[in-house]
């Protein structure tokens, strides 16, 4: 086998990795454009798994989520904070419920200057009878408690502020400054140049 061919065969696998699991194995970076859920779960803690190999070199998780399933965001996040690799989250588009503490607990925290993050109580549909749904909500109760200590762990905000602030808001949207603000990131993604101004259509 040539040298090209052997050249083309590894560009064409890097693709797949990139157009099929979201992870760019050059860059060491993984995609996380996708809802909180066991198969995106899946895939991006077996991506972290396949980084350690040399955890020397840290690894950038890109976060776009409108978040979803709170025990899979618990799953993940036991990953993430576990891992020996540096793990930098960088948010972009929508940062949302579960994904805000999977963008908080990174050891380096980025957002992009058009970001916006939200953060609300958790909802759930029980089914069962009585006693089983009790025990569904006081178990739903635990999980959310937690959730707002591991929000207080990553950022300035107590947990109390966290949940009284949602409770208050109904959600909480924030800002990239207002993120910086808040602890829940470390710094702003940004071009130097400013924006550029929106032009006004001739009448």
């Known amino acids: 086998m040539g040298k090209d061919s052997k050249n083309g065969n590894g560009i064409h696998k890097k693709l797949e ?6 992870v760019d194995t050059e860059k060491r970076i993984i995609y996380f454009n996708d809802d909180v859920e066991q198969h995106s779960v ?3 803690i077996k991506a972290l798994s396949f980084f350690e190999n040399t955890p020397n070199r840290p690894v ?3 976060i776009c989520s409108y978040g979803g399933s709170m025990d899979q965001m618990f799953a993940l996040y036991d990953a993430i904070v576990t891992t020996p ?3 930098i989250t960088v948010g972009t588009g929508c ?3 579960a994904a805000v503490i999977l963008l908080a607990c990174g050891d380096e925290r980025y957002v992009t200057e058009n970001s916006m993050l939200m953060s609300h109580n958790a909802e759930s549909i029980g089914v069962g009878n009585p006693a089983t749904l009790m025990s569904q909500a006081k178990a739903f109760q635990a999980m959310e408690d937690r959730a707002w200590m591991l929000l207080e762990r990553h950022s300035t905000w107590s947990a109390r502020k966290w949940k009284e602030s949602a409770q208050k808001k109904g959600e909480v949207w924030l800002t990239p400054s207002q993120m910086l603000k808040a602890g829940v990131i470390d710094g702003i993604r940004a071009k130097n140049k400013p924006p550029m101004p929106i032009k006004k259509k001739k009448k």
């Not at 990795?17 to 979201?22: Q, R, S, T, W």
């Open 17 to 22: 990795f990139l157009f099929e699991y979201g």
């Open 42 to 44: 899946d895939r991006i």
């Open 60 to 62: 950038s998780l890109s």
């Open 85 to 87: 690799t540096k793990i």
């Open 95 to 97: 940062i949302c419920s």
